[in-house]
T-cell receptor, first 113, second 111 residues
């Protein structure tokens, strides 16, 4: 089955800096790669996703890149703000009926002002 | 509000008790999931139901028993749990594929 590794487990940055979180996956059949943000005491929520037919996707300060050959994908947050502080999870799936997202172990991002 | 509701939000039970967690989704989705979130293994997949058919994670102990009576409801029946089962249990739903919508979770403490 799929296995997703995520690094780093914790990340501390100053407000305005960029943050990068990296994930690798094992199943070459995986073709859907979402990122979820979980604020303290709240549910995980999707912030951005990418499918295997594109290499990069941007949404304002957030971008995700995908390298299918190397089987890794990354989340980039630019101009970080204190409200970006949360746990971020990457995930992967084959996006077929009966399969589910397999998550990485999460990265705790702390943005200090 | 994402349309996925879990009850109870908090549950404390002894190891000999039998209890159930309930999840309900109002999004018209066809797939529902149970995930376990603990400090040691965040967001661990437990069970998947797709079109009311179960796809089971074989590593889940039999003291956890899921039930999906229809596409809108999902239960997790708990019996003779262990203290290490204490965790946040998150229900989620989706269309057959794609984005997961999570509930708020049920915080379980086993004494």
């Amino acid at each position: 089955g799929e296995n997703v590794e995520q690094h780093p487990s914790t990340l501390s940055v100053q407000e305005g800096d960029s943050a990068v979180i990296k994930c690798t996956y094992s199943d070459s059949a995986s073709n859907y790669f979402p990122w979820y943000k979980q604020e303290l005491g709240k549910r995980p929520q999707l912030i951005i996703d990418i499918r295997s037919n594109v290499g990069e996707k941007k949404d304002q300060r957030i971008a995700v890149t995908l390298n299918k050959t190397a089987k890794h994908f990354s989340l980039h947050i630019t101009e970080t703000q204190p409200e970006d502080s949360a746990v971020y999870f990457c995930a992967a799936s084959t996006n077929q009926a009966g399969t589910a997202l397999i998550f990485g172990k999460g990265t705790t991002l702390s943005v200090s002002s | 509000e994402t349309g996925v509701t879990q009850t109870p939000r908090h549950l404390v039970m002894g190891m000999t008790n039998k209890k159930s967690l309930k999840c309900e989704q109002h999004l018209g989705h066809n797939a529902m999931y149970w995930y376990k979130q603990s400090a040691k293994k965040p967001l661990e997949l437990m069970f998947v139901y797709s079109l009311e058919e179960r796809v089971e994670n074989n590593s889940v102990p039999s003291r956890f028993s899921p039930e999906c009576p229809n596409s809108s409801h999902l239960f997790l029946h708990l019996h003779t749990l262990q203290p290490e089962d204490s965790a946040l249990y998150l229900c989620a739903s989706s269309r057959i594929t794609g984005e997961l919508f999570f509930g708020e979770g049920s915080r379980l403490t086993v004494l």
